[in-house]
């Protein structure tokens, strides 16, 4: 018989119900004991929902601020809850506070917010585009692909071609320089063969 494993949807329906051989029934709750706090550095972030200014985010170091009980920590916030507003940081406020207290350079901060001016405009040119013109984007970015691996790979065929005939042409130009040494070597044992046969008509007009 296969196993079954105890997170499939029978063995949890039959838990739940009590059909097991154990006729036990699946408890649902959720409890919490301890709550640890982490205090994290704070970086400059590239967050587009920022409206003005830099944008805050959480870094990778964190210290270890303490461990309470879950009573113990909901009775220490208060009854009263901050609100919305009272969580918002105003642009100065972040902007000092990444100089000041965390070394971030007005370079930094330039660089960072015309990154995310950049994805802000790429936010607002996706949304404002219908479907159509998402389509035919894609349409067009798939033939310039297209379009480009074929011309690449047509100048390297031309390369290639251009090479070939450099090299038939060097070739033929051998071939010529050849033939015509040879029609040289030709024309020079024919006239080499006429003066002999001349000095020989006149040894024998001598003779007579």
Partial sequence: MP????????????????????ETKLERNVSFCNIEVREYEQTLSDN?????GP???????YEEAGCWQVDD???????????????LVPPFLRERQLRQEW??????IRQMQKKVRKQKLQRYKSSHNPESVEKTLDVFHTATRK????????VKKKN?????????????DQSSISKRQNRIKSCNDLQL???QLQSLGDSNTDEE
């Fill in 147 to 154: 379009f480009s691996r074929r011309l690449s790979s047509l």
């Fill in 55 to 61: 944008a805050i985010g959480l870094d990778w170091n």
């Fill in 3 to 22: 196993l079954k494993s105890c997170l499939s949807k029978g063995n949890l329906r039959d838990l739940a119900t009590g059909n097991d051989s154990g």
């Fill in 160 to 172: 290639n071609e251009e090479e070939l005939l450099k090299e038939y042409k060097l070739m033929m």
């Fill in 193 to 195: 063969m006429s003066k």
């Fill in 103 to 108: 070394d971030v350079t007005s370079e930094e």
């Fill in 48 to 52: 587009p929902c920022v409206s003005k």
């Fill in 73 to 87: 920590y909901e009775l220490s916030k208060g009854p009263q809850r901050r609100t919305r507003g009272m969580m």
